[in-house]
Structure formats: structure tokens, C-alpha cells
Nanobody, 113 residues
Framework: QVQFVVSGGGLVQPGGSLRLSCVVSRSDFSRLGINWYRQRPGEQHEWVTS???????HYLNSVKGRFTISRDNAKNTVYLQMNSLKPEDTAVYYC???????WGQGTQVTVSS
């Protein structure tokens, strides 16, 4: 059964914005820390940002000030607001509790002019 359903990716120009959504099908969602990861073309998966059960957040340095992670426990959903997008943000983005386990399909974000 799929636990994380990610959506919201697309093609945007540099400087544009996207908001990714991740619906988590777990009854203990409000107690979970959730991470966003991404995989750039030809590269390994990398951690991007996380949000804890107390809404504490952490970010990869290269996305600080541009990306914002948030959660809505009533909707079992985590969001990733991506502003001022750069070509180097082009990747498949995944939502997971941690690095281990299946990656699922993710959602493609392409930043190009």
C-alpha cells in the first residue's frame, strides 16, 4: 500500500514557484517527522528539508529562504512551497519519513527557460 502520495510538480521558469503536496496514509501522521528528498538527474537522492511533530523545521542550505515546509495534521498532508526556483532545483521530489524504504514515484520538478 502506498503511504505517500506526492503531487504538484511541473515545468516552471527560473524564478517561478511550485507547491508540492504529500498526503500521508498513516493514522499516526501527527506524531511523525516528515522529510522531503530529491534526486537530480544522474545523482543520488539527497535530503532537502524536514518537519517534526512539533513543527520544528530544517533545510538544506541551498534552499534556505526559498523553500518552506509545512504540515496540516487535519489533512494528513505535508507541503513544500518552492519559490525563486533555480535550474539546479530540477529533480524528482519525494516525501518520506526517512531515507530507508521505498521511494515511490515522486513528482518531477523541472526549472528551465
Amino acid at each position: 500500500q502506498v503511504q505517500f502520495v506526492v503531487s504538484g510538480g511541473g515545468l516552471v521558469q527560473p524564478g517561478g514557484s511550485l507547491r508540492l503536496s504529500c498526503v500521508v496514509s498513516r493514522s499516526d501522521f501527527s506524531r511523525l517527522g516528515i522529510n522531503w528528498y530529491r534526486q537530480r538527474p544522474g545523482e543520488q537522492h539527497e535530503w532537502v528539508t524536514s518537519i517534526g511533530s512539533a513543527n520544528n523545521t530544517h533545510y538544506l542550505n541551498s534552499v534556505k529562504g526559498r523553500f518552506t515546509i509545512s504540515r496540516d495534521n487535519a489533512k494528513n498532508t505535508v507541503y513544500l512551497q518552492m519559490n525563486s526556483l533555480k535550474p539546479e532545483d530540477t529533480a524528482v521530489y519525494y516525501c518520506k519519513t526517512g531515507f530507508l524504504g521505498p521511494w515511490g514515484q515522486g513528482t518531477q520538478v523541472t526549472v528551465s527557460s
